[in-house]
């Protein structure tokens, strides 16, 4: 999401490598390190770690620049609303992560915006048309492919990821209602604030100590991935068209088929590339369509 308070620049190129750095590297680094932990340490004690983490690097970032004016906001409750769908959110997939591959995991995540179409007419008064309501039917017949419901594949995990991305999906069109009255910043503090206050109450009950070196440099990771990799994709967003920018976010299904591969020799099989294949191309075509309904409203009177 861009800053409004600051102009976007026309680097198109230099977008996409940061989004790229994102997708390909940052975010599947951070899942694969939540998947690992986790089995080890329990979902409570892998959501601290990494609220914490995170937390310190955006404050090493702005704090310098902007003071504690990053946690002015105009509308506390729907800050920490918005905020706690994105805590349920990652909680609910850092269990799934425990049960289910890597790649099936993320695949399934891309369920969140077809969700955000679903959702944009109830929660924010949008008209949502025929072509985009096709594009999201073709995207769940993708998800339920990949899940294949009464199959001998299907676990009860992958509907905690529709859970974790239907969350999200409500996290991110309240993100389009909050942006009219707090800058990113403010809202990205909030965002991780939230997730480290509710899992710091839970982790005393569930604390388990860092068996080796190993181990909290991986809790260390998380922090690091989570925190550069949220930087990375706003600047990627500032420097070049959501339009262009967004198909990129995609690339977490190549960080994802290799990590699970080399990390849990975990490989998809054929009906999960087709369903991925269903969902990214829907995925596609309603990121498109949005960039041409917003070219029209733009060049009309």
Request: overall charge positive; aromatic content about 12%.
């Amino acid at each position: 999401m861009v800053d409004p308070l600051r102009p976007a620049l026309n680097r198109p190129l230099v977008a996409i490598l940061f989004m790229c750095a994102t997708t390909i590297v940052m975010f599947p680094c951070l899942n694969t390190a939540m998947k690992h932990l986790a089995i080890e340490y329990g979902v409570v004690e892998v959501v601290f770690m990494r609220s914490a983490g995170h937390l310190v690097v955006m404050l090493a970032m702005l704090l310098p620049g902007h003071g504690l004016a990053i946690f002015r906001t105009r509308r506390l409750g729907w800050q920490l609303g918005r905020s706690s769908l994105q805590c349920a959110s990652t909680g609910f997939y850092t269990v799934a992560l425990t049960f289910i591959p890597l790649t099936t995991a993320t695949t399934v995540a891309f369920t969140a915006p077809l969700l955000v179409v679903a959702l944009s007419g109830p929660m924010l008064g949008e008209k949502v048309g025929p072509r985009r309501w096709a594009a999201v039917m073709v995207g769940f017949i993708g998800a339920i492919v990949i899940i294949r419901p009464g199959g001998e594949v299907m676990h009860w995990a992958d509907f905690l990821v529709i859970g974790s991305a239907l969350c999200y999906a409500a996290y991110q069109l309240l993100t389009r209602r909050i942006a009219l009255y707090d800058s990113p910043r403010t809202t990205g503090i909030y965002t991780i604030t939230v997730s480290l206050v509710a899992s710091a109450i839970a982790v005393p009950f569930f604390w388990t100590p860092p068996h080796n070196l190993v181990d909290w440099g991986l809790f260390a990771s998380m922090g690091v991935a989570g925190g550069i990799g949220h930087y990375f994709m706003v600047k990627a967003y500032q420097l070049g068209q959501a339009s262009i920018v967004g198909p990129f976010d995609y690339g977490q299904l190549i960080g994802a088929t290799f990590l699970g591969y080399l990390v849990f020799a975990e490989f998809p099989d054929l009906w999960t590339w087709i369903g991925a294949a269903l969902l990214v191309g829907s995925g596609l075509y309603i990121a498109r369509r949005e960039a041409v309904l917003m070219k029209r409203r733009a060049l009309a009177p």
